[in-house]
């Protein structure tokens, strides 16, 4: 068994990592889960959320906006639809655009249904954002 997973964590702009880690902590679409070395090979959908991988003990944190997750021989390999690095995300930014979305959600309940799920899915986007951004500013 190793002692190492390869994690590789790819959106469609670039490859974010592809490093050697201890563990990867992700959000599935049953809830979240852990692997560790040795694991099962399995492929699953990922959710909106939180993925925390750890190395060296120290955690990292990654703005996942879904996609999949396969682990296979010790490699764990995310294909996202979009995913930010925890560090590389600009807090103030991510705040402002958390207020724009709240606004489009407040005005697009006014006006249907279908605008006010996609603002609600923007606005759940920007406070991921904003909640990874914020670990690292502490």
């Known amino acids: 068994m190793a002692e190492k997973?390869?994690?590789i964590l790819v959106?469609?702009?670039r490859e974010l990592l592809n490093d050697e880690v201890d563990e990867v902590i992700a959000p599935g679409?049953?809830?979240?889960?852990?692997?560790?070395?040795?694991?099962?090979?399995?492929?699953?959908?990922?959710?909106?959320?939180?993925?925390?991988?750890k190395k060296d003990g120290n955690e990292?944190?990654?703005?996942?906006?879904?996609?999949?997750?396969?682990?296979?021989?010790?490699?764990?390999?995310?294909l996202a639809e979009?995913?930010?690095?925890?560090?590389?995300i600009d807090l103030e930014e991510a705040i402002r655009r958390k207020l724009e979305a709240e606004k489009a959600l407040e005005a697009a309940r006014k006006e249907d249904e279908i605008?006010?799920?996609?603002?609600?899915?923007?606005?759940?986007?920007?406070?991921?954002r904003v909640s990874v951004a914020e670990r690292y500013k502490r």
Do not use: C, M, N
Request: proline share 4%.
């Open 5 to 7: 997973l390869r994690f």
């Open 11 to 13: 959106s469609p702009e």
């Open 29 to 53: 679409v049953e809830g979240d889960f852990g692997i560790l070395p040795g694991h099962t090979p399995f492929l699953t959908a990922l959710r909106v959320g939180e993925l925390i991988y």
């Open 60 to 78: 990292e944190y990654v703005a996942l906006d879904r996609g999949f997750l396969e682990v296979s021989d010790d490699v764990v390999t995310v």
């Open 82 to 88: 979009s995913a930010e690095l925890g560090r590389e």
């Open 115 to 128: 605008k006010f799920r996609k603002v609600e899915a923007q606005l759940q986007r920007e406070l991921l």
